[in-house]
């Protein structure tokens, strides 16, 4: 008994998670002078680093590259071969350094950040107890509890689904061999990004989609990445309802509502993520499992009491989005800081730093398919639920001198929806290749709220595909 | 002499000029109902369509797209063969129409415009006389007079240079064949891409500089050139001074004052341009032949009375860039049709459509070398010249998970310029691969004047190379 208490500890915050958006709380809170630890009961760096970004954007890198070349005479004549997809997988195993987290786990030392490796759970106001597996920790936070447990993917309750070893993102991001035929069940990101990487490296790749792909997005955003796809030969099923799934030596089966089949190698499931609420011990401070965790724009869990305890990212119901996770993140940890020194005292100004307005309004997102999606803000159809007088500009971005230099053939769109009222910019769409870094004019539009007469003299550079501004500004009627 | 007056015409507009610039002004002129006469001594389209940008950027586009896959394992490896440089010169030679500009004279025609193709000179005020060819037309102008004459290459005073049947910009975007060996002089702009785009294309190319490239650019753009020039085996030398050149069957031979020799087939001169000012009869209305023509913001040449005559683009002696000169073009295509209309008396507010108001404080640039150079408003040297107190945050792109994706090794530089009274950026740039489409991010933020504190919410995209913006707000210490 007295061997736990030495475990005991007090210190000003404790975060739970070690993914980016942990580090982010800890780093800022630390960085004042708190006194931090994280708990982390996997890899310090989190899904983003070892099984989701990273590893996806790796497998997906080298082929974008490859068809980018494919596109242009004269580069297309000394693309003699195939992508090789061992070489693909090794660059994968670098960036996730061989799912390693030493390389992370010394960078929060140097940070001067506190590391506990564990299971944790609340037990009431300001105690966290970690299962360390030599033992259970007490943790005590003087300030606050952050959770940032992330989420976990969904499987669907389909008969044989759960007994077929499927893959989750993990799998799909990990694997240490091309299937020779995948299923991928999902249109969301996940799957549209893993269906063309598997494609590309060399899998005979079938998505079923519920209804259309990147649902969320503007219409035009899914039907060129479905375009796209079955120009690198995925088979994309759309209106697919599930019966039935099996596995046996020669592989997964998939069996539809329409009595189709589909035979594959492995079976991706991709349906969405849940929020890690279940057994971190909510129940001791009065909350419920499940559903996500209710914050407000500084980050405080609504329904507790006493300003102590905390969520950022997915499992904050927020965007689940690696950066605006990381954004929530910093808020939190800034927040923490402030309310520790008295700079901040009950709710928080808008746009300031303890405030994660641009959750409500510029939340940007980059699918990294080719072509690629990017998209901020509000597309039309959430602009008009917004009640907002709303102006829909759209142009082709191969009109673009920019664009047709880049590739000969280029496909792609652009879409500003305006604020008729406030003569802004609230949401922004390109989908073509190579518009990932395009997105972040859009989203230093929407956040500074510059005004359309005003945005008249940011003049891009020719030829670049950033014309489409200009031409998306003379559309609307500059 | 009856003959003579037959074609004598009136009209509202004429503008000195087809090509981007003068393109542009006439659109925007003509749009509101005014009669809008162009006049064009070469081909529709201008310097930009056929011996600048357009061709430029597709010499160097294939092998910049080779060179990206080749920075990436499982790409790398598909890359067996060399860039093909005829299959690139065709490519070309589609931008440019095979130099043919019947589509966009059709463009003008479509646009309502009308086409005088001749050489102009102005013969008293709002008189314009056009040598055609077949007989001089005379138009006079109701409303406005437009010098969009663009500029001319100038040769520096070397012995023996002019006799050398040098290329100028001209002849190094059209030549039909990859010389063996070529000599580059100058170390701006289109000596750095063009030299880029040969040696990649096949030739030997030797850069004579007389100090360091890119020297407007902070520092480190033409450093990182320069040795990406050198790793595609571009013989670069600073400090270079020209004695003597001279062509014989052999090729061309410069003589350089430290007496090292250089023989090659092809010399281009790449020393700048000046205005073209000369022989367009600006005596007839009191102003002078050579320099510049210093102009209003909203367009108005200094010194002509009655508020007729508007110069834009390179003869106006603002930037010399394409889309500057656009930007400039479309200034003055609506503060004509302001002044007819009544709508504009006298001077024009700061940032409004009639004034060129960014041409101080927000002129974006792209080199389309690899690596990019892409720079917006003030370097950190210009913002110290206007006595802005200065902070400037710098920032290896490398480093940035992102750009990490992109290319192994990644080597790229990100510089950011603040204005600490205003808390704004005033400049920024950005060096590496695919940073062009990056820029226009940073050209809203200065046009915008968002900031800082705002600029903190625009959260960028994971992974792209765009979260560079996060890494120098937390750098400057956000």
Chains 1, 2 share one sequence.
Request: proline letters at 3%.
């Amino acid at each position: 008994m007295s061997a736990e208490r030495e475990v005991d500890r007090e210190v000003d915050v404790v975060v739970v998670g070690a993914g980016p958006v942990g580090e982010n709380v800890a780093d800022r809170a630390a960085r004042t002078g708190l006194e931090v630890v994280v708990v982390e009961k996997e890899l310090v760096g989190g899904e983003c680093s070892y099984w989701a970004c990273m590893p996806s954007k790796a497998l997906l890198r080298s082929g974008q590259a490859l068809a980018a070349a494919r596109r242009l005479p004269g580069a297309a004549e000394a693309v003699t071969g195939a992508l090789d997809a061992a070489k693909v997988l090794e660059r994968r195993d670098r960036f996730t350094s061989g799912w390693d987290d030493s390389g992370q786990a010394g960078w929060l030392e140097s940070a001067g950040l506190g590391l506990v490796r564990g299971t944790a759970r609340l037990d009431g106001p300001r105690r966290v107890v970690v299962e360390t597996g030599e033992g259970a920790v007490t943790l005590t936070a003087r300030r606050a509890v952050v959770l940032a447990t992330g989420s976990v993917p969904v499987l669907p309750g389909v008969p044989g689904l759960a007994e077929s070893r499927v893959w989750t993102s993990r799998e799909a991001t990990s694997a240490q061999a091309v299937p020779g035929r995948l299923v991928v069940l999902g249109g969301g990101v996940v799957g549209c990004e893993l269906a063309q990487a598997w494609a590309r490296l060399g899998s005979r790749v079938t998505l079923l989609a519920r209804s259309g792909l990147l649902t969320g997005q503007e219409d035009f955003a899914g039907e060129l990445v479905a375009a796209a796809l079955r120009a690198d030969g995925v088979d994309v099923r759309f209106g697919a309802q599930l019966s039935r799934v099996s596995r046996d030596d020669a592989g997964v089966h998939v069996v539809l509502a329409d009595g189709s089949t589909v035979d594959a190698d492995e079976f991706l499931v991709a349906t969405g993520r849940r929020p890690t609420t279940s057994g971190i011990g909510l129940e001791t401070v009065g909350l419920e499992d499940g559903g996500a965790l209710e914050v407000d724009d500084t980050g405080l869990v609504a329904g507790v009491e006493g300003s102590w305890l905390y969520a950022a990212g997915d499992v904050s119901g927020r965007p689940k989005l690696t950066h605006q996770g990381k954004y929530g993140g910093r808020v939190v940890g800034d927040a923490i800081t402030a309310r520790a020194s008295g700079a901040l005292i009950g709710d928080a100004p808008a746009w300031s730093r303890w405030t994660t307005t641009a959750d409500h309004a510029a939340v940007p997102q980059v699918v990294f398919t080719d072509p690629e999606v990017a998209q901020v803000g509000l597309t039309a159809a959430q602009a008009r639920e917004r009640g907002i007088d709303v102006k829909v500009v759209d142009y082709e971005i191969g009109d673009v001198a920019g664009a047709s230099l880049v590739a000969d053939g280029y496909t792609g769109k652009a879409r500003m929806v305006v604020d008729e009222q406030r003569r802004v910019v609230v949401g922004v769409t390109f989908v073509g290749q190579d518009v990932a870094e395009l997105l972040h004019s859009a989203t230093i539009a929407v956040v500074g709220e510059v005004p359309l007469d005003r945005l008249w003299h940011a003049v891009p550079s020719y030829p670049t595909i950033s014309e489409v501004w200009l031409r998306l500004l003379e559309t609307y009627g500059l």
